[in-house]
């Protein structure tokens, strides 16, 4: 098992690029959620889902979109980025309804110019 | 809205020492609490998961306490080493279990 991958593992992009940060599990985890974490703010919801073909939104949605079309990958979209998107991004995934624990990626780390 | 803080923000201790870490929640309507490490330029791992139904939890040197009712959690680390060095994240799921509140952190230095 490769657990929860993420790529890029850093990008930069300049203000008003588009990109999509890769997360795939390969434990057949049903839910899957996409965090970011910033200096002094701790780690933040943006969108998660609970199945293939259900998501919905956290506590920092805007200016993200996700999908998830299969139960390994759940992409996460900026669609024009901006430099408050400069940030850590995690990618989690978890068996069932939190019963067990949520299992981290590596990290994106984003830098917008 | 639920809120977790972590006190202290940040501690450096010799190596050896018994310390313990403090987490504390808002809204006592929790599905579990976690406790994660976190490197440097790394994801989280996670260390002890307790339910909201269970007082506490134990794995080797670590152990973490839950009062619900109060609103509080404590990760205790035994005889502290320098690879204890990280930073210790706790988190609170929401009654449907997956929705993860995130306290900021402590920052912990085991020094030799």
New interface residues.
């Given amino acids: 098992n490769a657990g929860v991958t993420q790529t890029p593992k850093f990008q930069v992009l300049k203000t008003g690029q588009s990109m999509t940060l890769q997360c795939a599990q390969d434990m057949n985890h049903e ?1 899957m ?1 996409w ?1 970011r974490q910033d200096p ?6 943006i969108h ?1 889902s ?1 199945g293939a073909g259900i998501t919905d939104q ?1 506590e920092v949605p805007n200016g993200y979109n996700v999908s998830r079309s299969t139960t390994e990958d759940f992409p996460l979209r900026l669609l024009s980025a901006a430099p408050s998107q400069t940030s850590v991004y ?1 990618c ?1 995934s ?1 068996q ?12 994106t780390r984003l830098l917008v110019l | 809205k639920q809120e ?1 803080t972590q006190i202290p923000a940040a501690l450096s201790v010799p190596e050896g020492e018994n310390l313990v870490l403090n987490c504390s929640f808002t809204d006592s309507a929790i ?2 609490l ?1 406790w ?1 490490r976190q490197d440097p330029g ?5 260390l002890l ?1 307790i ?1 909201s139904s269970q007082r506490e939890q134990t794995s080797g040197r670590l152990n973490a306490s839950l009062d619900k009712s109060s609103g509080r959690s404590t990760l205790y680390i035994a005889a502290s080493q320098p690879g204890d060095s990280a930073t210790y ?1 706790c ?1 609170v ?1 929401s009654l ?10 402590t920052q912990l230095k085991v020094e030799l």
């Avoid at chain 1, 002094?40 to 919801?45: F, H, K, S, V």
């Avoid at chain 1, 069932?96 to 590596?106: H, K, L, M, N, R």
């Avoid at chain 2, 790394?42 to 996670?46: D, F, H, W």
């Avoid at chain 2, 279990?97 to 952190?105: A, E, I, P, R, S």
């Fill in positions: 839910y959620s965090y002094g703010m701790g780690l933040r919801l998660y609970v956290g995690f989690a978890i069932g309804q939190g019963y067990e624990t949520q299992y981290f990626g590596p990290g | 977790v599905y579990n976690q994660f790394k994801g989280l791992t996670s998961l339910q994240l988190a799921a449907w279990g997956n929705k993860l509140t995130f306290g900021t952190g």
